[in-house]
Protein backbone atom coordinates (compact mmCIF):
# COMPACT_ATOMS: atom_id res chain seq x y z
CA UNK A 1 0.00 0.00 0.00
CA UNK A 2 1.62 3.20 -1.30
CA UNK A 3 1.61 6.73 0.26
CA UNK A 4 -1.47 8.09 -1.98
CA UNK A 5 -3.14 5.16 -1.54
CA UNK A 6 -3.23 5.78 2.04
CA UNK A 7 -4.04 9.37 1.33
CA UNK A 8 -7.01 7.99 -0.50
CA UNK A 9 -8.16 6.00 2.29
CA UNK A 10 -7.84 8.11 5.13
CA UNK A 11 -9.52 11.48 3.12
CA UNK A 12 -12.39 8.71 2.45
CA UNK A 13 -12.73 7.92 5.93
CA UNK A 14 -12.75 11.79 7.00
CA UNK A 15 -16.02 12.18 5.27
CA UNK A 16 -17.38 8.60 6.25
CA UNK A 17 -17.24 10.20 9.53
CA UNK A 18 -18.51 13.07 9.20
CA UNK A 19 -22.52 11.78 9.95
CA UNK A 20 -21.39 9.79 12.74
CA UNK A 21 -19.36 12.22 14.10
CA UNK A 22 -22.11 14.88 14.75
CA UNK A 23 -24.89 11.94 15.49
CA UNK A 24 -22.32 11.26 17.58
CA UNK A 25 -22.12 14.33 19.64
CA UNK A 26 -26.27 14.54 19.43
CA UNK A 27 -26.46 11.68 21.56
CA UNK A 28 -23.91 12.59 23.73
CA UNK A 29 -26.00 15.84 24.64
CA UNK A 30 -29.14 14.23 24.96
CA UNK A 31 -27.49 11.34 26.81
CA UNK A 32 -25.72 13.62 29.50
CA UNK A 33 -28.65 15.18 30.13
CA UNK A 34 -30.42 11.99 31.28
CA UNK A 35 -32.28 11.33 27.86
CA UNK A 36 -31.51 8.37 25.88
CA UNK A 37 -31.98 8.30 22.57
CA UNK A 38 -32.02 5.75 20.02
CA UNK A 39 -34.04 7.81 17.41
CA UNK A 40 -30.70 9.45 16.07
CA UNK A 41 -31.47 6.98 12.70
CA UNK A 42 -34.98 8.57 12.15
CA UNK A 43 -33.88 12.17 12.74
CA UNK A 44 -30.76 11.88 10.26
CA UNK A 45 -33.35 10.13 7.91
CA UNK A 46 -35.43 12.80 8.32
CA UNK A 47 -33.14 15.55 8.44
CA UNK A 48 -31.64 13.54 5.19
CA UNK A 49 -35.02 14.05 3.21
CA UNK A 50 -36.12 17.21 4.33
CA UNK A 51 -32.84 18.48 2.88
CA UNK A 52 -32.73 17.34 -0.32
CA UNK A 53 -35.81 17.76 -1.17
CA UNK A 54 -36.09 21.60 -0.48
CA UNK A 55 -32.90 21.95 -2.25
CA UNK A 56 -34.03 20.19 -5.05
CA UNK A 57 -37.44 22.23 -5.07
CA UNK A 58 -35.47 25.65 -4.67
CA UNK A 59 -31.98 24.72 -6.34
CA UNK A 60 -30.19 26.04 -2.71
CA UNK A 61 -28.62 23.59 -0.58
CA UNK A 62 -28.32 26.50 2.46
CA UNK A 63 -32.36 26.11 2.15
CA UNK A 64 -32.10 22.51 1.75
CA UNK A 65 -29.78 22.55 5.18
CA UNK A 66 -32.41 24.80 6.92
CA UNK A 67 -35.24 22.30 6.21
CA UNK A 68 -32.61 19.10 7.38
CA UNK A 69 -32.53 21.01 10.91
CA UNK A 70 -35.99 21.89 10.75
CA UNK A 71 -36.97 17.97 10.03
CA UNK A 72 -34.81 16.96 12.91
CA UNK A 73 -36.06 19.12 15.36
CA UNK A 74 -39.36 18.52 14.81
CA UNK A 75 -39.00 14.51 15.84
CA UNK A 76 -36.84 15.43 18.56
CA UNK A 77 -38.94 17.71 19.67
CA UNK A 78 -41.44 14.72 19.50
CA UNK A 79 -39.71 12.79 21.44
CA UNK A 80 -38.77 15.75 24.16
CA UNK A 81 -42.39 15.67 24.72
CA UNK A 82 -43.42 11.92 24.86
CA UNK A 83 -40.15 11.64 27.30
CA UNK A 84 -40.02 14.56 29.01
CA UNK A 85 -43.28 16.11 29.39
CA UNK A 86 -45.40 13.16 29.41
CA UNK A 87 -42.60 10.52 30.67
CA UNK A 88 -43.08 8.12 28.40
CA UNK A 89 -40.27 5.03 27.61
CA UNK A 90 -37.39 6.96 26.29
CA UNK A 91 -37.01 3.41 23.52
CA UNK A 92 -39.91 2.72 22.93
CA UNK A 93 -40.39 6.71 21.69
CA UNK A 94 -37.08 6.27 20.06
CA UNK A 95 -37.55 3.41 18.11
CA UNK A 96 -41.32 4.76 17.26
CA UNK A 97 -39.45 8.19 15.72
CA UNK A 98 -36.86 5.62 13.63
CA UNK A 99 -40.06 3.55 12.02
CA UNK A 100 -42.08 6.93 11.61
CA UNK A 101 -38.98 8.54 9.64
CA UNK A 102 -38.13 5.57 7.42
CA UNK A 103 -42.26 5.41 6.51
CA UNK A 104 -42.63 9.46 5.90
CA UNK A 105 -39.53 9.61 4.06
CA UNK A 106 -40.98 7.62 0.83
CA UNK A 107 -44.19 8.61 1.70
CA UNK A 108 -44.07 12.09 1.10
CA UNK A 109 -40.91 11.09 -1.85
CA UNK A 110 -43.21 9.53 -3.26
CA UNK A 111 -45.67 11.87 -3.34
CA UNK A 112 -43.70 15.04 -4.54
CA UNK A 113 -41.26 13.34 -6.88
CA UNK A 114 -42.75 10.20 -8.01
CA UNK A 115 -39.46 8.52 -8.25
CA UNK A 116 -39.79 5.69 -5.85
CA UNK A 117 -39.45 7.53 -2.66
CA UNK A 118 -35.92 9.19 -3.94
CA UNK A 119 -35.24 13.08 -4.80
CA UNK A 120 -34.14 13.89 -8.15
CA UNK A 121 -30.15 13.91 -8.37
CA UNK A 122 -28.96 17.68 -6.55
CA UNK A 123 -25.90 19.61 -8.81
CA UNK A 124 -24.43 22.81 -8.61
CA UNK A 125 -25.95 25.31 -6.33
CA UNK A 126 -28.26 22.71 -4.32
CA UNK A 127 -25.16 20.74 -3.27
CA UNK A 128 -22.32 21.58 -0.92
CA UNK A 129 -19.08 22.30 -2.91
CA UNK A 130 -15.73 21.65 -1.71
CA UNK A 131 -13.67 24.32 0.02
CA UNK A 132 -9.86 24.76 -1.12
CA UNK A 133 -7.77 25.88 1.88
CA UNK A 134 -5.65 28.58 1.23
CA UNK A 135 -2.10 27.82 -0.58
CA UNK A 136 -3.61 24.21 -0.69
CA UNK A 137 -2.77 24.27 -4.63
CA UNK A 138 0.64 26.20 -4.20
CA UNK A 139 1.99 23.79 -1.50
CA UNK A 140 0.21 20.61 -3.27
CA UNK A 141 4.32 19.35 -4.57
CA UNK A 142 5.91 19.81 -1.08
CA UNK A 143 6.66 16.42 -0.39
CA UNK A 144 4.47 14.66 2.53
CA UNK A 145 2.99 17.58 3.94
CA UNK A 146 2.02 19.19 0.95
CA UNK A 147 -0.32 16.07 -0.75
CA UNK A 148 -1.60 16.01 3.15
CA UNK A 149 -3.18 19.29 3.05
CA UNK A 150 -4.15 18.99 -0.18
CA UNK A 151 -5.64 15.91 -0.40
CA UNK A 152 -6.63 15.40 3.64
CA UNK A 153 -6.96 18.43 5.27
CA UNK A 154 -8.15 20.93 2.37
CA UNK A 155 -11.09 19.96 -0.41
CA UNK A 156 -13.71 19.10 1.95
CA UNK A 157 -17.62 20.57 2.26
CA UNK A 158 -17.99 23.00 4.60
CA UNK A 159 -20.39 20.65 7.37
CA UNK A 160 -17.35 18.25 7.56
CA UNK A 161 -15.31 21.93 9.18
CA UNK A 162 -18.27 22.22 11.12
CA UNK A 163 -18.46 18.22 12.23
CA UNK A 164 -14.44 19.14 13.33
CA UNK A 165 -14.99 21.89 15.21
CA UNK A 166 -18.10 20.88 17.06
CA UNK A 167 -15.67 18.83 18.96
CA UNK A 168 -13.73 21.13 20.87
CA UNK A 169 -16.74 23.31 21.46
CA UNK A 170 -18.99 20.67 22.80
CA UNK A 171 -15.95 20.05 25.27
CA UNK A 172 -15.36 23.27 26.00
CA UNK A 173 -19.31 23.50 26.73
CA UNK A 174 -19.83 20.65 28.26
CA UNK A 175 -16.41 20.99 30.83
CA UNK A 176 -15.66 24.90 31.33
CA UNK A 177 -19.28 26.62 31.56
CA UNK A 178 -22.45 26.57 33.93
CA UNK A 179 -24.83 25.24 31.48
CA UNK A 180 -22.18 22.25 30.70
CA UNK A 181 -22.25 21.54 34.79
CA UNK A 182 -25.57 21.54 35.38
CA UNK A 183 -26.19 19.42 31.82
CA UNK A 184 -24.13 17.34 33.49
CA UNK A 185 -25.50 17.26 36.70
CA UNK A 186 -29.05 16.70 35.33
CA UNK A 187 -27.96 13.57 34.17
CA UNK A 188 -26.73 12.27 37.08
CA UNK A 189 -28.60 13.71 40.07
CA UNK A 190 -31.66 16.16 38.79
CA UNK A 191 -32.99 16.40 42.14
CA UNK A 192 -29.75 18.20 42.86
CA UNK A 193 -30.90 20.25 40.11
CA UNK A 194 -34.18 20.66 40.92
CA UNK A 195 -32.92 22.08 44.72
CA UNK A 196 -31.06 24.15 43.27
CA UNK A 197 -33.58 26.26 41.70
CA UNK A 198 -33.12 25.51 38.02
CA UNK A 199 -35.69 23.54 36.03
CA UNK A 200 -34.42 19.67 34.97
CA UNK A 201 -37.15 20.10 32.37
CA UNK A 202 -36.08 23.04 30.88
CA UNK A 203 -32.63 22.00 30.56
CA UNK A 204 -33.36 18.24 29.18
CA UNK A 205 -35.33 20.45 26.20
CA UNK A 206 -32.09 22.31 25.32
CA UNK A 207 -30.22 19.13 24.97
CA UNK A 208 -33.14 17.74 23.41
CA UNK A 209 -32.87 20.53 21.03
CA UNK A 210 -28.93 20.39 20.07
CA UNK A 211 -29.60 16.73 19.64
CA UNK A 212 -31.80 17.83 16.74
CA UNK A 213 -29.55 20.90 15.00
CA UNK A 214 -26.44 18.73 15.18
CA UNK A 215 -28.96 14.91 13.72
CA UNK A 216 -29.87 17.74 10.49
CA UNK A 217 -26.36 18.77 10.15
CA UNK A 218 -25.52 14.76 10.23
CA UNK A 219 -28.66 14.52 7.72
CA UNK A 220 -28.19 16.89 4.97
CA UNK A 221 -24.53 16.39 5.10
CA UNK A 222 -25.62 12.87 3.44
CA UNK A 223 -27.53 14.16 0.97
CA UNK A 224 -26.13 16.95 -0.22
CA UNK A 225 -22.73 16.96 0.53
CA UNK A 226 -21.90 12.98 0.77
CA UNK A 227 -24.16 12.31 -2.10
CA UNK A 228 -26.31 14.08 -4.53
CA UNK A 229 -29.71 13.39 -3.25
CA UNK A 230 -31.93 11.26 -1.05
CA UNK A 231 -32.63 7.49 -1.03
CA UNK A 232 -34.65 5.32 0.71
CA UNK A 233 -32.98 4.38 4.26
CA UNK A 234 -29.73 6.06 2.96
CA UNK A 235 -28.72 6.15 6.44
CA UNK A 236 -28.00 2.76 6.35
CA UNK A 237 -27.89 2.15 10.08
CA UNK A 238 -25.56 5.13 11.04
CA UNK A 239 -27.40 6.60 13.62
CA UNK A 240 -27.42 3.06 15.77
CA UNK A 241 -23.66 3.13 14.82
CA UNK A 242 -23.53 6.74 15.98
CA UNK A 243 -24.89 5.21 19.54
CA UNK A 244 -22.48 2.82 19.94
CA UNK A 245 -19.32 4.87 19.16
CA UNK A 246 -20.70 7.19 22.20
CA UNK A 247 -20.61 4.18 24.22
CA UNK A 248 -17.01 3.34 22.97
CA UNK A 249 -16.45 7.08 23.54
CA UNK A 250 -17.56 6.97 26.91
CA UNK A 251 -19.96 9.91 26.66
CA UNK A 252 -16.87 12.19 25.76
CA UNK A 253 -16.62 14.44 23.14
CA UNK A 254 -12.90 13.57 22.00
CA UNK A 255 -13.52 10.02 22.57
CA UNK A 256 -16.40 10.64 19.91
CA UNK A 257 -13.84 11.54 17.59
CA UNK A 258 -12.10 9.15 17.42
CA UNK A 259 -14.14 6.15 17.38
CA UNK A 260 -16.14 7.56 14.62
CA UNK A 261 -12.75 7.71 13.09
CA UNK A 262 -12.04 3.85 13.56
CA UNK A 263 -15.98 3.47 12.22
CA UNK A 264 -15.15 5.54 8.86
CA UNK A 265 -11.86 4.27 8.37
CA UNK A 266 -13.38 0.83 8.27
CA UNK A 267 -16.03 1.60 5.89
CA UNK A 268 -13.80 3.55 3.46
CA UNK A 269 -11.44 0.34 3.32
CA UNK A 270 -14.89 -1.84 2.93
CA UNK A 271 -15.51 0.35 -0.17
CA UNK A 272 -11.80 0.50 -1.38
CA UNK A 273 -11.24 -2.75 -1.20
CA UNK A 274 -14.68 -4.40 -2.05
CA UNK A 275 -12.98 -8.47 -1.91
CA UNK A 276 -9.13 -8.83 -0.04
CA UNK A 277 -7.34 -11.47 -0.88
CA UNK A 278 -4.62 -12.32 1.50
CA UNK A 279 -3.20 -15.36 -0.09
CA UNK A 280 -3.98 -17.92 2.42
CA UNK A 281 -7.57 -16.95 2.58
CA UNK A 282 -9.88 -14.82 0.52
CA UNK A 283 -12.40 -12.65 2.16
CA UNK A 284 -15.26 -12.28 0.54
CA UNK A 285 -16.70 -8.65 -0.28
CA UNK A 286 -20.05 -9.39 2.15
CA UNK A 287 -17.74 -9.54 4.91
CA UNK A 288 -15.42 -6.42 3.99
CA UNK A 289 -19.10 -4.34 3.54
CA UNK A 290 -20.40 -5.83 6.79
CA UNK A 291 -17.21 -4.80 9.07
CA UNK A 292 -18.60 -1.22 10.98
CA UNK A 293 -21.57 -3.29 11.68
CA UNK A 294 -19.23 -6.30 13.22
CA UNK A 295 -17.79 -3.46 14.78
CA UNK A 296 -20.61 -2.45 16.11
CA UNK A 297 -22.02 -5.86 17.64
CA UNK A 298 -18.34 -6.07 19.18
CA UNK A 299 -18.65 -3.19 21.12
CA UNK A 300 -21.91 -3.52 22.03
CA UNK A 301 -21.50 -7.05 23.15
CA UNK A 302 -17.76 -5.85 25.00
CA UNK A 303 -18.14 -2.66 26.06
CA UNK A 304 -22.10 -1.52 27.24
CA UNK A 305 -20.78 -3.26 30.89
CA UNK A 306 -17.72 -1.81 31.21
CA UNK A 307 -18.87 1.93 30.04
CA UNK A 308 -21.11 3.45 32.39
CA UNK A 309 -23.99 5.65 31.26
CA UNK A 310 -25.11 8.81 33.21
CA UNK A 311 -26.90 7.65 36.05
CA UNK A 312 -29.97 9.09 35.83
CA UNK A 313 -30.33 8.26 31.81
CA UNK A 314 -33.15 6.68 31.05
CA UNK A 315 -35.73 7.59 33.92
CA UNK A 316 -38.51 10.25 33.55
CA UNK A 317 -37.86 12.72 36.44
CA UNK A 318 -40.92 13.71 38.71
CA UNK A 319 -40.71 17.05 40.64
CA UNK A 320 -41.23 16.13 44.47
CA UNK A 321 -43.83 18.46 46.01
Not at 13 to 34: D, F, H, K, W
Not at 63 to 76: E, K, N, Q, W
Not at 81 to 86: D, N
Not at 99 to 109: I, P
Request: proline share 4%; aromatic share 10%.
Amino acid sequence: MDFNTILAILDSSVRLMTPLLLACLAGLYSERSGVFDIGLEGKMLMAAFSAASVAALTGSVWLGLLAGIGGSMALSLVHGVTSITFRGNQLISGVAINFLASGLTVLVGQKLFSLGGRTPSLSGAARFAEIELPFAAALRDVPILGPIYYELISGHTILVYVAFLCVPLTWWLLFRTRFGLRLRAVGENPASVDTAGVSVTGLRYQAIIICGVLCGLAGAYLATGLSAGFVKEMTAGRGFIALAALIFAKWRPWNALFATFLFGLLEAIANRYQSLDLGVIAIPSMFMNALPYILTVIILAGFVGRAIPPRAGGEPYVKER
